[in-house]
């Protein structure tokens, strides 16, 4: 007997059983698709400059570079935290340095404020040096706890002179680095010494190592100040054991007495690069470490 015309309830049984397998189906599909979106999310301008934030902060030393070259580096502390966020998001770190005998005694004080570059500039993240209105609060900043610390609002409103900018991009494929640049060409004011510009290089690596290289010249090009080897190499610290088990530099064997000098001046360190000169005109090399 014909079935009329009405449909198969077989038929029609089958192809609803095959609809459950066809739903899960797209939606595995669906599903891998927005995932790989994801992996392969493009990285933002914002992303990069967190991971130069990161990188920036810590304690550092450059303790391996002044145990290779003792006569043109010393072994420096370098301490960097952050301090504050901007309103459009730009972080602020407060960075000092010290000899590593006596890192209570901070010889460089700023605070860095790390952010996109501007999109119509062909960089990554741009690095700005600012001095501190009243650096002698600051001191062992990142060493404190922080209810003891300068409120954020208070670190922005102590925000003082522009010193430099420095213009990163991530480093090709295949180099050691993540981020290298420079300032722009010409540099920035500078006047100590016999300098009328300075420039600044900072290189940041994949375990956190920063490289800095800060340089004065004068008016025919010549380095008047700042070490003309290479950049000062800044590594993660080591243990307590090995940064006190022996002795890098000339520095550490230099009088006490003429570490306790304040240092004068809103941010040329003229003590300390006095000091600096003393083994200059010995050695007749540049080991001042980084000035601006």
């Known amino acids: 007997m014909g079935t009329g015309s009405g449909s198969d309830p077989e038929s029609s049984s089958s192809g609803w059983s095959r609809a459950p397998g066809l739903v899960v189906k797209t939606l595995v599909l669906i599903g891998g698709a927005v995932l790989l979106k994801r992996l392969t999310k493009s990285t933002t301008r914002w992303d990069h400059s967190h991971v130069v934030s990161r990188s920036l902060s810590g304690e550092k030393f450059s303790k391996e570079q002044a145990s290779r070259d003792p006569d043109n580096y010393f072994n420096i502390r370098m301490m960097s935290c952050p301090a504050a966020e901007m309103v459009d998001g730009s972080q602020v770190l407060y960075l000092e340095q010290a000899f590593w005998r006596t890192p209570q005694k901070p010889f460089r004080q700023r605070l860095y404020m790390v952010k996109p570059c501007p999109k119509e500039l062909k960089c990554d993240v741009e690095v700005s040096s600012y001095a501190i209105r009243d650096a002698e609060e600051y001191k062992n900043f990142c060493d404190r706890p922080k209810d003891q610390r300068p409120l954020p609002e208070e670190v922005i409103g102590d925000i003082g002179e522009h010193l430099t900018t420095i213009q990163l991009s991530c480093c090709d494929r295949g180099k050691r680095c993540l981020y290298e640049g420079s300032a722009?060409?010409?540099?920035?004011?500078?006047?100590?010494?016999?300098?009328?510009?300075?420039?600044?290089?900072?290189?940041?690596?994949?375990?956190?190592?920063?490289?800095?290289?800060?340089?004065?010249?004068?008016?025919?090009?010549?380095?008047?100040?700042?070490?003309?080897?290479?950049?000062?190499?800044?590594?993660?610290?080591?243990?307590?054991?090995?940064?006190?088990?022996?002795?890098?530099?000339?520095?550490?064997?230099?009088?006490?007495?003429?570490?306790?000098?304040?240092?004068?001046?809103?941010f040329i360190l003229q003590d300390f690069y006095l000091l600096c000169s003393f083994f200059t005109k010995i050695k007749g090399t540049y080991v001042c470490p980084t000035l601006v």
Request: charged letters at 20%; glycine letters at 10%.
């Open 184 to 266: 722009p060409p010409g540099g920035f004011p500078n006047s100590w010494n016999g300098a009328s510009y300075c420039t600044s290089d900072l290189t940041v690596l994949k375990n956190n190592e920063i490289h800095l290289w800060d340089r004065g010249f004068d008016d025919d090009g010549n380095q008047v100040w700042g070490p003309k080897e290479g950049p000062y190499e800044f590594k993660p610290a080591p243990s307590s054991s090995s940064i006190n088990s022996d002795v890098f530099s000339p520095l550490n064997m230099f009088p006490q007495s003429a570490l306790d000098k304040p240092i004068k001046g809103s």
